[in-house]
Nanobody, 115 residues
Framework: QVRLVESGGGLVQAGGSLRLSCAAS????????MGWYRQAPGKERELVATITRGGTTTYADSVKGRFTISRDNAKNTVYLQMNSLKPDDTAVYYC?????????WGQGTQVTVSS
């Protein structure tokens, strides 16, 4: 059974940093494309960043240059380093695993950026 557990969210002032982690189990992590999404109150869930099994990354324009996605296949974990945080980054952040036949989601972790 696939399981994704996010951690690392919290309250931070604008300009600060946070690192989110997503621990995966129940799948062959090293061959799975992973991603981070976020959903702010009253808005649809949106893509933040993705990383392929080969390490190729993509980012939403709104986070380019500030966020970095990475993975540690030995630890079955994907990370999202978030720097220069803005109040607009406030949202619940979700980890995603793309197993082709379906996507799996974590429970989400709240990130709140105060101005």
């Amino acid at each position: 059974q696939v399981r994704l557990v996010e951690s690392g969210g919290g309250l931070v002032q604008a300009g600060g940093s946070l690192r989110l982690s997503c621990a995966a189990s129940g799948m062959i992590f090293s061959v799975t494309a992973m991603g981070w999404y976020r959903q702010a109150p009253g808005k649809e869930r949106e893509l933040v960043a993705t990383i392929t099994r080969g390490g190729t990354t993509t980012y939403a324009d709104s986070v380019k240059g500030r966020f970095t996605i990475s993975r540690d296949n030995a630890k079955n974990t994907v990370y999202l380093q978030m720097n220069s945080l803005k109040p607009d980054d406030t949202a619940v952040y979700y980890c995603n695993a793309d197993l082709s036949i379906r996507h799996y989601w974590g429970q989400g972790t709240q990130v709140t950026v105060s101005s």
